[in-house]
Structures are given as structure tokens and as C-alpha cells.
């Protein structure tokens, strides 16, 4: 793996978890809005669309880079509507980088796969 593909994981690993969490306080300033007097829907929605916006152009990168099969990167957008789908599409990426450092270690240390 090259290093823009490492980077375009790395940022869109970033922005997953933040997405999630954003969403989620969204959905709990929404229910809030309408039991209560508190209203914040307008400025976490604004903050959730900034980072629902931003983790959508790297995911685009990161697909285009890392060349994923169609499913792959349908996953990686399905997770990013779904409420704590941003949690799982940072461990899920983690645990694709680390694999990548991995291989490209034994590639470099002359040992291949049997």
C-alpha cells in the first residue's frame, strides 16, 4: 500500500468515529427539541451534515485508491447513515490498515504467502 492510500484510510478512520458520535447527539437534540425547551438541533446539525459531507469525500477517496470491490465500499456508506455504523467502520478500517502494514512488511522482508 502506497502512502496516499495509506492516508486517504487514515482520514476517513478519523472522520468515522466523530460522524457517528455527531449523529448520535443529533438524534438525542432532536428527541429533546420536541419533550423540552431545549433546542439544539440547528447548530448539531450543522456539525453532523460538516462531517456526514467531509467522511463522503473520503470515502470516495478511499475507494477510489484502494480499489474496492463495489460491496466493500457500499459497506463503508451504508455504515456512515447508520447511527453507530461509524464506530464499526473505524474498527473495521483499523483492522484493514493494519493488515496492509503487515503485508507490506513481508513483502519487504522477502517472505511470501505459501
Given at each position: 500500500?502506497?502512502?496516499?492510500?495509506?492516508s486517504?484510510?487514515?482520514?476517513?478512520?478519523l472522520?468515522s468515529?466523530p460522524?457517528?458520535?455527531s449523529f448520535?447527539?443529533?438524534?438525542?437534540?432532536?428527541?429533546?427539541?420536541?419533550?423540552?425547551?431545549f433546542?439544539?438541533?440547528?447548530?448539531m446539525?450543522?456539525v453532523?451534515?460538516m462531517l456526514f459531507?467531509?467522511?463522503v469525500?473520503?470515502w470516495?477517496?478511499?475507494w477510489?485508491r484502494?480499489k474496492w470491490?463495489r460491496?466493500?465500499?457500499?459497506l463503508?456508506f451504508?455504515?456512515?447513515?447508520?447511527?453507530?455504523g461509524?464506530?464499526f467502520?473505524e474498527?473495521?478500517?483499523?483492522?484493514?490498515?493494519?493488515a496492509?502494514?503487515i503485508a507490506?512488511?513481508?513483502?519487504k522482508?522477502?517472505?511470501v504467502?505459501?
Amino acid at each position: 500500500m502506497d502512502i496516499k492510500t495509506a492516508s486517504s484510510l487514515r482520514r476517513l478512520r478519523l472522520v468515522s468515529a466523530p460522524e457517528a458520535v455527531s449523529f448520535i447527539l443529533l438524534l438525542i437534540c432532536s428527541v429533546l427539541k420536541r419533550t423540552t425547551d431545549f433546542d439544539a438541533v440547528r447548530p448539531m446539525g450543522y456539525v453532523h451534515g460538516m462531517l456526514f459531507v467531509l467522511y463522503v469525500i473520503f470515502w470516495l477517496d478511499a475507494w477510489n485508491r484502494t480499489k474496492w470491490s463495489r460491496g466493500t465500499g457500499i459497506l463503508y456508506f451504508v455504515l456512515s447513515v447508520l447511527p453507530t455504523g461509524g464506530f464499526f467502520a473505524e474498527r473495521k478500517l483499523k483492522r484493514e490498515a493494519e493488515a496492509a502494514v503487515i503485508a507490506a512488511r513481508a513483502r519487504k522482508e522477502g517472505i511470501v504467502n505459501a
